[in-house]
């Protein structure tokens, strides 16, 4: 039982959530951009202050640790080793594919997500992260939430997910699913977003469990090696 943050920059979407004992108290969030470098003082600030908490109340951060956007992870998981360090209180990190996971899973238990129950009894959840081009981030997991597959980078073609698409009804969400539908036959689309939501229960399972990050070590899992193009500018 614990008073968390959670932070989650992985993709153009900022989100901030703050929960007590698992249950979601006060959320921010905007998908205008990558400005996140402002944007996340800025919301941590604003629900500290909504919500009458103090920074020294906080028993965790809790921070989604990738894949994703080599940038958004850096910095919202600097921010939250940042508040680690200052207030004393360990990290917690929480992948960013369970989280959107989560969403989705409380988005079809809300009844938002546009899907029948007996197509989500045999669902197999594929939440994707855009990679650029037809390459995306992805994890299958079953309908509670459970990992199927390992986290991989995919090139999508028609034969992606091949086995997971014959075993039951192939739910696929994410930035990263929009571009996928037209190429995967028998999927079904839903909108689901990256939020700082997704990793409230998993951060408070985690902190009961003492499933911390070394704050001085700890690094986001970025699957691919960031790379550095050269400009093709010509230098004057």
Known sequence: MALILSIETGTDVCSVALAND??????????EGR?????????????????GVQPDDLDAIAVGKGPGSYTGLRIG???AKGM???????????????????????????????????????????PMVDARRMEVYAQVFDNEGRPLSEVTAEVVTEESFAQWRKAGRFVIFGNGARKCCETLDDVICVDVAPSARGI???????????????????????????????SKKKLL
């Open 22 to 31: 698992g249950e979601l108290m006060a959320l921010r969030e905007s998908d």
């Open 35 to 51: 400005d996140h470098a402002k944007k996340v003082a800025l919301f941590v600030d604003e629900l500290l202050r909504e919500t």
């Open 84 to 126: 680690c360090y200052a207030l004393n209180i360990p990290l917690i990190a929480i992948g960013s594919l369970d989280a959107l996971t989560e969403v989705a899973r409380e988005d079809y238990d809300a009844g938002i997500l546009d899907i029948e129950d007996e197509e989500w009894a045999s669902a197999r959840l594929c």
């Open 77 to 79: 998981v600097s921010f």
């Open 200 to 230: 409230v229960r998993l951060a408070e399972e985690a902190f009961n469990a003492e499933k911390f990050e070394d704050i001085a070590y700890f690094e986001p899992f970025y699957l691919k090696e960031f790379l550095v193009i050269p």
